[in-house]
């Protein structure tokens, strides 16, 4: 039987010896930003710092074929950016998992899909929010299925688009 090249993608909890490569591709998602001319997001984050909160957490994952092909960060529970939402409302007050610091490498397609499907596995209530900016995230949601819902601030006060996904429900954002 032929598989399907999104089969051959693994996803794993990352390790101490992963960081670097994680780092590395941080720095490869920034390129790609700059190139589609979002220079207001991830200028000096995530970085090395992030990444390893995320690992001692156990919330940080990589995608990976013969090498690390993308990164993200995941975990279910409150995240308190998202207590407060304008212009909108979160669909549903229910137990969800929230996505952050998605990242690929640009060697392969598929990485948040990957990453989303991935994560709908987990828990069926998916919370995600992304720069005005950065349009390839943006489409990646609508694409997937994820519900426009409103606006979030982070820790630097900067507003960002809020989105969530219930699986089995239609999306019509």
Not at 80 to 109: D, F, L, Q
Request: glycine content about 6%; some cysteine; charged content about 30%.
């Amino acid at each position: 039987p032929t598989r399907r090249s999104s089969d051959l993608m693994q996803i794993r909890l990352a390790r101490q010896e992963d960081i670097p490569e994680i780092c590395h591709i941080y720095e490869l998602a920034r390129e790609h930003m700059r190139a589609e001319g979002n220079t207001s997001q991830w200028k000096k984050y995530p970085n090395e710092t992030n990444a390893l909160e995320d690992l001692a957490k156990q919330a940080l994952y990589v995608l990976e074929e013969d090498d690390i092909l993308g990164a993200f960060s995941f975990f279910t529970g409150e995240e308190k950016n998202y207590r407060k939402i304008e212009g909108g409302a979160w669909r549903k007050a229910e137990p969800y998992g929230t996505i952050h610091r998605v990242a690929s490498s640009g060697k392969r397609r598929g990485i948040t899909k990957a990453c989303f499907s991935y994560c709908l596995d987990k828990i069926p209530y998916l919370r995600i929010d992304t720069h005005e900016n950065n349009l390839s995230m943006q489409a990646a949601l609508r694409n997937f299925g994820f519900h426009y819902c409103g606006i979030v601030y982070v820790e630097d006060g900067s507003s960002r688009l809020a989105f969530d996904f219930i699986k089995g429900e239609p999306c019509y954002s």
